[in-house]
């Protein structure tokens, strides 16, 4: 479930740094990128890996409007990894990649600037 937030809005509720610390936020590398076929949205499947604490993770990204497969092989992502699997039509994701809409509501990848070991944790 992606939700479309107005740039100019407000912040969200406060939440306390406790909070923030539950959510686990983690860099990792596409390693395979595949079109998800039967998607509602343009999509793919991908495989990421998080390194030898976390392993390789699934997950489908709504990414298919400004990336294509082989651009994305071996590209870092920021991703959720703790959140429950969720099933997005036939296929399981296992961690969610996080993103950013631009002005046409597109998916931007949320990665670093520069490389960092994957498996690194957002602080």
Do not use: C, W
């Amino acid at each position: 479930m992606h939700l479309d937030h107005d740039p100019s809005a407000p912040t969200g509720a406060t939440i306390g740094f406790d909070d923030f610390l539950k959510v686990d936020i983690r860099i990792g590398t596409i390693v395979a990128a595949e079109v998800y076929e039967g998607a509602r949205k343009p999509s793919y499947k991908l495989r990421i890996d998080f390194g030898p604490g976390i392993g390789e993770k699934k997950s489908v990204g709504q990414v298919a409007a400004l990336y294509s497969p082989e651009e994305l092989v071996g590209r870092q992502v920021a991703a959720v990894v703790n959140f429950p699997v969720r099933q997005i039509g036939k296929a399981l994701s296992e961690v969610l990649t996080l993103g950013f809409a631009d002005e046409e509501g597109r998916v931007t990848l949320f990665s670093p600037d520069k490389r960092v070991p994957d498996g690194s944790r957002l602080f």
